[in-house]
């Protein structure tokens, strides 16, 4: 009787911690009729997320120079820039961050849902990109990431 009662105390706390490590990942797409922006939100056991941000060129051509910011939050900033990128394979990772406070961390290590995501990022994340393409001609393009619901 006694083994029966301790399956089913501890049970209960085998499922909530499998539950509290659940795999999980969203995203946010966009686009301009040169580019496909995405960043996705994976689940990260040691710092709670990771954010990826990548980019494909839609056009013809090649790039020859490519400068960035990535304003996922109002907070949160990415730059960066990528000289002669390649896009033979599609898309190209622009950065990986993680959050960067203790409390960002237990906030996605503790699950998170859609609406939380959608809360945590805003509604419009965006890449700003400046561009050369293969001319020597500089462009300036915004892409606003919108959520995909998955």
């Known amino acids: 009787m006694k083994k029966t009662i301790l399956v089913f105390l501890i049970l209960p706390l085998l499922l909530l911690g499998a539950c509290s490590e659940k795999e999980w990942s969203y995203k946010y797409e966009g686009a301009t009729d040169n580019w496909n922006g995405v960043t996705e939100i994976f689940h990260d056991k040691e710092n709670g997320a990771r954010f990826v941000g990548k980019i494909k060129y839609l056009g013809n051509g090649d790039v020859k120079k490519l400068k960035f910011i990535s304003e ?52 419009y994340p965006v890449f700003k990109i400046d561009w050369t393409d293969e001319e020597g001609i500089d462009h300036t393009e915004t892409i606003y990431l919108k959520y995909v619901a998955q």
């Open 72 to 123: 996922l939050t109002q907070t949160s900033q990415q730059t960066g820039s990528v000289q002669t990128p390649n896009f033979k394979e599609g898309y190209i990772i622009i950065f990986q961050d993680v959050p960067n406070t203790d409390s960002t961390k237990n906030y996605f290590k503790n699950g998170v849902t859609d609406e939380e995501v959608k809360s945590f990022f805003g509604d």
